[in-house]
């Protein structure tokens, strides 16, 4: 938020300077601060030790199939969401899970990607989304890397979307865009994704990468501010 406040405070204002914005870390002013992980047994241990700032609102559970992630909860990431979303809505706090469609390719996991399956047709037969829909407030689809090809991230952030309602009618369902999922994105490319999800998603989670591009988020965010206008 910052990165892009640094280039265009007033499209950051606009888009970030309200508490329908959560914020990861330090939020924009006037946005929700939220706390992110992506290991259950930190989260608990973050608790234990007080470490979280009371002016955080809203945790986030971001499991994948990386090292971030201990192995025992990437390979059974139902059970894991399930005590995350028991744990933080214990402590007060508003629960957001963005498991990660390479889940299916962990080793030993509970569901598996079978021969000939592809990542994105294995995670919807696991039905991952739908089960973190079932204890979460928001679930994220993250079908960033599939936001270059507007037909395949419709069609799948829209069989995702469609898991997560039926697990839970009320359940906020936002998915995934990256200005660097893996290649170098483009405000058209990122464009194209979103409007090709309008009326099927509440809101976007929006990833710099590590910081990359933000000149790309920026101009992606004007854009869709002028179509709104």
Request: negative net charge.
């Amino acid at each position: 938020m910052q990165a892009i406040a640094e280039i265009d405070p007033d499209v950051a204002r606009a888009i970030f300077g309200n508490p329908a914005a959560i914020g990861l870390g330090e939020a924009f002013p006037g946005a929700t601060r939220g706390v992110t992980t992506a290991s259950l047994a930190a989260f608990e241990a973050m608790i234990e030790a007080g470490a979280i700032d009371p002016e955080v609102t809203v945790a986030m559970y971001d499991i994948e199939r990386w090292n971030a992630t201990p192995p025992e909860e990437r390979q059974h990431p139902a059970a894991s969401i399930r005590r995350f979303a028991a744990l933080a809505r214990s402590n007060g706090y508003l629960v957001v899970v963005t498991p990660h469609p390479n889940l299916v390719a962990v080793e030993g996991g509970a569901c598996a990607q079978g021969p000939g399956e592809s990542v994105w047709d294995a995670y919807l037969r696991c039905d991952i989304t739908g089960q973190a829909a079932a204890v979460a407030d928001i679930v994220e689809t993250q079908a960033q890397v599939l936001q270059r090809d507007p037909v395949e991230y419709r069609r799948f952030v829209a069989a995702t979307a469609k898991q997560a309602r039926a697990a839970s009618p009320d359940v906020a369902f936002i998915s995934g865009l990256s200005t660097s999922p893996g290649y170098r994105a483009t405000p058209e490319m990122l464009l194209r994704a979103a409007r090709s999800v309008e009326g099927i998603v509440d809101g976007f989670y929006l990833s710099l990468a590590r910081g990359r591009f933000p000149h790309v988020a920026v101009e992606f965010l004007r854009r869709q501010a002028a179509s709104r206008a």
